[in-house]
């Protein structure tokens, strides 16, 4: 069967639903950052610092406004990928590299489970890019708010959680865990 008409098929059958655990998480990580951008928005002096040295001294300030929009901009770059890649996977098959894709994309119930797989990677990976947005901006405020006007090294340390789920959910991506290997309740097409 060609590509498109594949591509199709695919579209027609209904949707894998996502992981509730995966939509928790991402819901959980959205709700923390919109959380920290208000608290943001309410407490932030009018200048602060927002570059900080590994010993939580700041090296550069910034305004507000353009901090926040800056904010929202990049929460929205993190948020969109999630949402809208994994349409391409049954839009244009072609142009997604994964492990097995070829086998991946030869049958529609198999392309439509392709894209829950991707799907639920990109709001992983979304959730944990935001997590590390949530975590800066708490010590870039906590730095703005403090006498000291330092970040606390506790956050540059917490830091290293969503990073290592970043780094997790890459490696479960490109192949780690077999996420992406042939699974038999789809052989038949």
């Known amino acids: 069967m ?18 509730r655990w995966i939509l928790a998480t991402f819901a ?3 709700v923390v950052w919109a959380a920290v951008f208000c608290w943001q928005v309410v407490v932030l002096p009018d ?11 700041p090296t550069s300030r ?6 926040q929009i800056l904010s929202a901009v990049l929460a929205a770059v993190m948020v969109a990928p999630a949402l809208l890649i994994s349409r391409v996977v ?11 894709s070829p086998w ?3 049958a529609p119930g198999r392309l439509r489970r392709f894209e829950r797989l991707i799907r639920e990677d990109l709001y992983l990976l979304a959730a944990a890019a935001l ?18 006007g330092g970040m606390p090294v506790v956050i540059l340390v917490a830091m290293i959680v969503p990073m290592a789920g970043l780094v997790a959910v890459v490696v479960r991506m490109v192949g780690g865990g077999g996420r992406y290997d042939r699974q038999p309740d789809l052989d038949d097409g």
């Open 104 to 106: 991946w994309t030869a």
């Open 2 to 19: 060609a590509p498109n008409l594949i591509a199709d098929e695919a579209r027609r059958l209904p949707p894998e639903p996502t992981s």
């Open 131 to 148: 997590l590390l947005l949530a975590l800066g901006e708490t010590g870039i405020t906590i730095a703005a708010t403090s006498e000291s």
């Open 47 to 57: 200048t602060f610092a927002i570059r900080f040295d590994f010993s939580g001294e």
């Open 62 to 67: 910034w305004d507000k406004w353009p901090a």
């Open 28 to 30: 959980g990580a959205a």
């Open 90 to 100: 049954l839009r244009a098959p072609n142009l997604v590299s994964a492990p097995n």
